[in-house]
């Protein structure tokens, strides 16, 4: 009881509940029935579930799920179906199966035309291969409601025909049935809809013709074979990236295929860049298949408070939506308090690297799509943060970022009351063996500018067994809604970088007082 009170923070604490755990960890009948614990039972309760460093409730879903769509971060794959390198590689339905079993929530499909009228979804431009959208939705339909039972919004990138876009509108509505959401729901006319009202719905993210007034005027009617055109602006998104085109890709000793990849690179680049005005036509049939998540080119902040509707959300870029969260970080946030915005990676990034997400969720976006294919520091937070609330793939964003009235910053954020904390960190337990076994752990603070930081343990030498280092690291963090911390442990190397061992990566508030495994 002493121990649970002083060690554990276990304010309310009895003999019942002490005796409970006594009895539920203690391998000796004797000791047991004595209501007294020896070192091996004490071993298997720290080394339990009860002793994890995440904590209990927030392995459930317990946020608020019933505020508009725009309140949430929301698990996002950017070009879901490659699980390798941008230009050369696999297209997968794999890619689809993992992302939604990890639950991630909105997916990216870019479709094409395909022979024998079969639009077909693969990275166009490039020598990625092609499978079909009819078995991407095939899967999608297993697998959608599979780690949660909130919304997946299919974000099509649509490069189709009007005959095979109608096509696609036939596939999703054939396949997914009464799960895809084609009517307004009754309660929301006029705003965003809640994660809980949309449980076990699929929405179309596209461009849309005309308002949701006339989309629901047209139920029931026939659409096939209308087709509206109309003009757009293409992106000016990436027309910042003419330096650094060549990749290591292009490294090779052959002379053919050198010149090939730098031509794939030299067209996928230039087709990404700065556009003119183009013609586009759309099919009705899967124009009015978007309701809530309408595809609207994003201009600027001022032009999107007076003209953007509800139900119009934006995609920008990494390298505009970098710029725009340094420059304008209060009219970013007023922005993604209204409108979902969706940001997308760089397209040199051909190796399908990502970029670190922290920096984009500080400004609210909701959608801040990353490769799930590619393991490394973006992904271990993205996984960490999204480990809270269930797993379900929505986390409802902090107040600081949906009240306008806290007029919050990232970068000039300071908390009159910041919160102080501090971790012991004792012990290490059969590490991975490396050649050095020179045992070292990392702490790392991610968050709003002024808490970004890391500290570090010393290092064990040759003691990966049982590495004992008994350190106390304090950090102040100003916003610690917005904080994750990353643990991670290293080999340190005499020659180069240290060796990666392992790391965990979670939400400084899912983060259990007391001893912990």
Known sequence: MEFLKKEQYVLEIDKVIANEIIQKYEPIEEV?????????????????????????????VYHDMTRPLSDYFISSSHNTYLISGQLIGPSDLWGYASALVKGCR?????????????????HGYTLTSKILFKTVIQVINKYAFMASEYPVVLSLENHCSPQ???????????????????????????????????????????????????????????????????EEEEDEEESEEKD??????????????????????????????????????????????????????????????????????????????????????REFISHTNSFITRI????????????????????????????????????????????????????????????????????????????????????????????WNNSLVLIEIYGIPDDQTKQQTHVIRRNAFDPRWNETFTFTIHAPEMALIRFVAESQSTIGANEFLGQYTLPLLCMEKGTSL
């Open 32 to 60: 047991k029935n004595q209501h007294q614990m020896t070192i091996e039972g004490f071993l298997r309760y720290m080394n339990s579930n009860d002793c994890l460093l995440f904590k209990k409730n927030c392995t459930q």
């Open 244 to 329: 650094n085109v060549t990749t290591p890709m292009l490294k090779e000793n052959k002379e053919k295929e050198l010149e090939e990849k730098k031509s794939i690179i030299s067209n996928f680049i230039s087709y990404s860049k700065k556009k003119k005005i183009r013609k586009v036509k759309l099919s009705l049939e899967l124009s009015d298949l978007v309701i809530y998540t309408k595809a609207e080119k994003f201009k600027s902040f001022h032009h999107a408070q007076i003209n953007q509707k509800f139900n119009e959300n934006n995609s920008i870029g990494e390298l505009r939506a970098r710029k725009l969260s340094k420059q304008k970080a």
């Open 344 to 435: 997308y990676p760089k397209a040199t990034r051909t190796d399908s690297s990502n970029y670190i997400p922290q920096e984009f969720w500080n400004v609210g976006c909701q959608m801040v799509a990353l490769n799930f294919q590619t393991p490394g520091v973006p992904m271990d937070l993205y996984n960490g943060k999204f480990l809270d609330n269930g797993g379900c793939g929505y986390l409802l964003k902090p107040e600081i970022l949906r009240n306008p009235k806290l007029n919050f910053s990232p970068s000039e954020f300071k908390h009159y009351n910041p919160t102080i904390l501090s971790i012991r960190l004792i012990s290490g337990f059969q590490l991975p063996s490396t050649y």
């Open 106 to 122: 909105c997916i990216e499909i870019d479709c094409w035309d395909g022979s024998q009228n079969e639009p077909v979804v693969y």
């Open 164 to 230: 095979q876009q109608e096509i696609m509108a036939n596939n999703m509505q054939s396949i997914l049935g009464d799960t895809l959401l084609s009517d307004v729901l009754e309660n929301f006319p006029n705003e965003l809809p809640s994660p809980e009202a949309l449980k076990f719905k699929i929405l179309v993210k596209n461009k849309k013709i005309g308002t949701i007034e006339e989309t629901i005027e047209r139920i029931g009617t026939n659409k096939q074979g209308r087709i509206v055109e109309y």
